[in-house]
């Protein structure tokens, strides 16, 4: 039971690449999430997902797009990569309870 | 604006004595509450959490206090142990989860 997986680890972009970020949980849970963790900032929603083949936007959405088309796997696409999304970005799923699990998170850095 | 405040973004405590760790909040709409623990390189995982309609939830060594008229959650660690050393997040639960920015703990052997 590997829990939440995010691949990659690090990645090193340049302004204007594209890259996909993937998220694996294999605990079965419903809702999936996507956070960037900045300093001084906390955690802060991108995207979530309810089900299945469900999106929605949280706080900060702009800039990214998602895509949950299998239940255990939640992707977050950055189309043109631009230095503010610089960051540590965390994936997270839950089943009922409030409690979230959270992935080792991936370290991106856009120059 | 952050809705969710952990003002301390330190502490230090010896091996031994009490941690406490602070978060206060704004919006009266949540109605549930966790603290979350996370080492270097790793993600967070979920330490104790508390509903609204208590103040107070223990687990160990770990108590979490709710005082709703001030919008203050407090967690207390006793005794603090050098491995509780960690970045600790307070989240907070309306119809998204807000966390604070995270106090990072030392505990000194």
């Known amino acids: 039971n590997a829990g939440v997986t995010q691949t990659p680890k690090f990645r090193v972009l340049k302004t204007g690449q594209s890259m996909t970020l993937l998220c694996a949980q294999d605990?079965?849970?419903?809702?999936m999430y996507w956070y960037r963790q900045d300093p001084g900032m906390g955690l802060r929603l991108i995207h979530y997902s309810v089900g299945e083949g469900t999106t929605a936007k949280g706080e900060v959405p702009d800039g990214y797009n998602v895509s949950r088309l299998k239940k255990q796997n939640f992707l977050l696409g950055l189309e043109s990569a631009a230095p503010s999304q610089t960051s540590v970005y965390f994936c997270?799923?839950?089943?009922?309870?409030?409690?979230?699990?959270f992935g080792p998170g991936t370290r991106l850095t856009v120059t | 604006d952050q809705q969710v405040k952990q003002n301390s973004p330190s502490l230090s405590v010896q091996e031994g004595r009490i941690s406490i760790l602070n978060c206060d909040y704004t919006?009266?709409?949540?109605?549930?509450f966790l603290w979350y623990k996370k080492y270097p390189a790793e993600g967070p995982t979920f330490l104790i959490s508390?509903?609204?309609?208590?103040d107070k939830n223990e687990d160990g060594r770990f108590t979490v206090f709710l005082n709703k008229s001030a919008k203050h959650l407090s967690l207390h660690i006793v005794p603090s142990q050098p491995g509780d050393s960690a970045v600790y997040f307070c989240?907070?639960?309306?119809?998204?989860?807000?966390f604070g920015a995270g106090t990072r703990l030392t505990v000194k052997p």
């Open positions: 919006n009266s709409m949540f109605d549930y």
């Open positions: 605990m079965n849970h419903e809702y």
């Open positions: 989240a907070a639960r309306d119809n998204d989860m807000r």
């Open positions: 997270a799923s839950r089943l009922s309870s409030y409690e979230q699990y």
């Open positions: 508390i509903s609204s309609i208590k």
